[in-house]
T-cell receptor
Framework: GAVVSQHPSRVICKSGTSVKIECRSLDFQATTMFWYRQFPKQSLMLMATSNEGSKATYEQGVEKDKFLINHASLTLSTLTVTSAHPEDSSFYIC???????????FGQGTRLTVV | SQQGEEDPQALSIQEGENATMNCSYKTSINNLQWYRQNSGRGLVHLILIRSNEREKHSGRLRVTLDTSKKSSSLLITASRAADTASYFCATEGRGGSNYKLTFGKGTLLTVNP
């Protein structure tokens, strides 16, 4: 099956710094990737749709200047959490698909802790 | 926005028993998918059922879909302690972005040995 690799799996950063999370499709090209956020014991909330070669589409209520998304190639999307605050601490997961109406493939997730 | 609602939110059963989880949604869909998540880990795809299908099986899993009621159920038969995890339904809506999934709130399943 297709593999989506997300890195890092865990990161701790200081308030005010920026953190970059990478999402790679290892064996297929992904023109579209998705970034989700998950709070403890809660569901996944879609943050944004990452589009290769164009601007990301953000969901309502998600600050685009705080969560910068870059999809510079067909196999890599990055999420940068800028000027991180403790309330940004969460589990972030990316996904990508190959063909519509088939399963999506998820990265392993990144646990971000802002101290 | 989250449109899926699973129930129950939490389910505790004994090994060997069957576990049934339900999911409801609000809009028209292309398909409905079930995923499993172990604590602090990524999501594992379990099964996908298309809007024109009513029932699907995969090993110990059985999924039903009722588009008239906008609901689905996931049955895990002969449960094992290793089935302990959170289970989410996710819907792919008609139109819009490819592969964009809307997740339900999830059911935390605990299977006691």
């Amino acid at each position: 099956g297709a593999v989506v690799s997300q890195h890092p799996s865990r990161v701790i950063c200081k308030s005010g710094t920026s953190v970059k999370i990478e999402c790679r499709s290892l064996d297929f090209q992904a023109t579209t990737m998705f970034w989700y956020r998950q709070f403890p014991k809660q569901s996944l909330m879609l943050m944004a749709t990452s589009n290769e070669g164009s601007k990301a589409t953000y969901e309502q209520g998600v600050e685009k200047d705080k969560f910068l998304i870059n999809h510079a190639s067909l196999t890599l999307s990055t999420l940068t959490v800028t000027s991180a605050h403790p309330e940004d601490s969460s589990f972030y997961i990316c996904s990508a698909g190959i063909v519509r109406n088939t399963e999506a493939f998820f990265g392993q997730g990144t646990r971000l802790t802002v101290v | 926005s989250q449109q899926g609602e699973e129930d129950p939110q939490a389910l505790s059963i004994q090994e060997g028993e069957n576990a049934t989880m339900n999911c409801s949604y609000k809009t028209s869909i292309n398909n409905l998918q079930w995923y499993r998540q172990n604590s602090g880990r990524g999501l594992v795809h379990l099964i996908l059922i298309r809007s024109n299908e009513r029932e699907k099986h995969s090993g110990r899993l059985r999924v039903t879909l009722d588009t008239s009621k906008k609901s689905s159920s996931l049955l895990i038969t002969a449960s094992r302690a290793a089935d302990t995890a959170s289970y989410f339904c996710a819907t792919e809506g008609r139109g819009g972005s490819n592969y964009k999934l809307t997740f339900g709130k999830g059911t935390l399943l605990t299977v006691n040995p």
